[in-house]
């Protein structure tokens, strides 16, 4: 399975017998997967079934499927669900002995699922035959949601890949600044002492070489910035290959966040913050983007 996105929509029509129904089904984001069905009367036996079929297509997303149906016999007869209402007798018997009363036939009767519309005529391997063409509608319909979550998949994690070839760029811009040498932080300590002490003040070289070096430790970044690298080479891993990944995508977009932000914090120079603060731009789109990636 490769990388999808979490929307898409999907039509599926099909006949068998005379009748005739179609599917269709819409996918937008969700933390899980879910899946509601709208069903005609009648079909709520199909439920089981049609979410085991959703599952082996989609992983996260919530899927709306809606299923319309017109039957070969304009007439139709109510049929008892025999399972279903005695169920509802074994519910009715404990309602009333715990409260006293009981629920009347007529309430239920009118539990869903309790009685079922059929077509007149239509015998129980008809009836079977219709329920497997039903199905088979179904997951033709889920085969093209799914192809259409991918291709968005697809788009999206070009997308995401260009994001992180940014933040690798600025990453290594980090990297690179001049600012984070030794050299760079004495020479910027001895003209803050200068300004400070006035041009006549001797600096013991030695001391101020010493500080230097402890200024360069406490602001050092390689640390982050080779983390910074391995959560990159670990997002492009996830983005080539396939399957649900977009939650790991999304903590190691917080593993980024949180390594830009000890950057922001340690910095010495204004160079360094800026580039920080353009690298949390880009995470930040990084973030947004891959919310719609299962």
Same mark, same amino acid.
């Given at each position: 399975? @490769?990388?999808?996105?979490?929307? %898409?929509?999907?039509?599926? &029509?099909?006949?068998?017998?005379?009748? !005739?129904?179609?599917? $269709?089904?819409?996918?937008? #984001?969700?933390?899980?997967?879910?899946?509601?069905?709208?069903?005609?009367?009648?079909?709520? +036996?199909?439920?089981?079934?049609?979410?085991?079929?959703?599952?082996?297509?989609?992983?996260?997303? #919530?899927?709306?499927?809606?299923?319309?149906? $017109?039957? !070969?016999?304009?007439?139709?007869?109510?049929?008892? #669900?025999?399972?279903?209402?005695? !169920?509802?007798?074994?519910?009715? *018997?404990?309602?009333?002995?715990?409260?006293? /009363? +009981?629920?009347?036939?007529?309430?239920?009767?009118?539990?869903?699922?309790?009685?079922?519309?059929?077509?007149?005529?239509?015998?129980?391997?008809?009836?079977?035959?219709?329920?497997?063409?039903?199905?088979?509608?179904? *997951?033709?319909?889920?085969?093209?949601?799914? *192809?259409?979550?991918?291709?968005?998949?697809?788009?999206?994690?070009?997308?995401?890949?260009?994001?992180?070839?940014?933040?690798?760029?600025?990453?290594?811009?980090?990297?690179?600044?001049?600012?984070?040498?030794?050299?760079?932080? +004495? &020479?910027?300590?001895? $003209?803050?002492? /200068?300004?400070?002490?006035?041009?006549?003040?001797?600096?013991?070289?030695?001391?101020?070489?010493? /500080?230097?070096?402890?200024? @360069?430790?406490? !602001?050092?970044?390689?640390?982050?910035?080779?983390?910074?690298?391995?959560?990159?080479?670990? @997002?492009? *891993?996830?983005?080539?290959?396939?399957?649900?990944? %977009?939650?790991?995508?999304?903590?190691?977009?917080?593993?980024?966040?949180?390594? =830009? #932000?000890?950057? =922001?914090?340690?910095?010495? &120079?204004?160079?360094?913050?800026?580039? %920080?603060?353009?690298?949390?731009?880009?995470?930040?789109?990084?973030?947004?983007?891959?919310?719609?990636?299962?």
């Amino acid at each position: 399975m @490769a990388l999808q996105s979490m929307t %898409g929509f999907a039509r599926q &029509a099909d006949s068998l017998s005379g009748a !005739a129904w179609q599917w $269709e089904i819409r996918s937008v #984001n969700g933390k899980s997967l879910d899946v509601r069905l709208r069903l005609p009367s009648g079909f709520e +036996r199909l439920e089981q079934d049609l979410r085991s079929v959703a599952a082996k297509h989609v992983a996260r997303g #919530n899927i709306q499927a809606s299923l319309s149906f $017109e039957g !070969a016999n304009t007439a139709a007869v109510p049929v008892l #669900n025999e399972a279903a209402f005695d !169920a509802a007798l074994v519910i009715a *018997e404990h309602i009333a002995h715990k409260t006293g /009363e +009981r629920p009347s036939i007529d309430t239920l009767l009118g539990l869903r699922g309790v009685i079922e519309t059929g077509d007149a005529g239509m015998d129980a391997d008809e009836a079977e035959a219709m329920d497997r063409a039903i199905l088979e509608s179904f *997951e033709a319909a889920m085969v093209q949601l799914a *192809e259409a979550r991918q291709a968005e998949g697809s788009a999206v994690a070009r997308v995401l890949l260009q994001q992180v070839d940014e933040i690798e760029r600025l990453t290594q811009a980090v990297a690179a600044d001049p600012s984070r040498t030794p050299d760079a932080i +004495r &020479a910027r300590l001895a $003209e803050q002492l /200068e300004r400070i002490m006035g041009e006549n003040s001797s600096l013991d070289q030695d001391r101020l070489h010493h /500080e230097a070096a402890i200024l @360069a430790t406490k !602001a050092d970044l390689a640390e982050e910035v080779d983390r910074l690298e391995a959560h990159v080479a670990q @997002a492009r *891993e996830l983005l080539s290959g396939d399957g649900a990944v %977009g939650r790991r995508l999304d903590f190691l977009a917080q593993e980024f966040n949180r390594e =830009c #932000n000890t950057i =922001c914090s340690k910095s010495n &120079a204004a160079s360094v913050t800026r580039t %920080g603060l353009e690298m949390k731009i880009v995470i930040d789109q990084f973030r947004e983007q891959l919310q719609n990636l299962q």
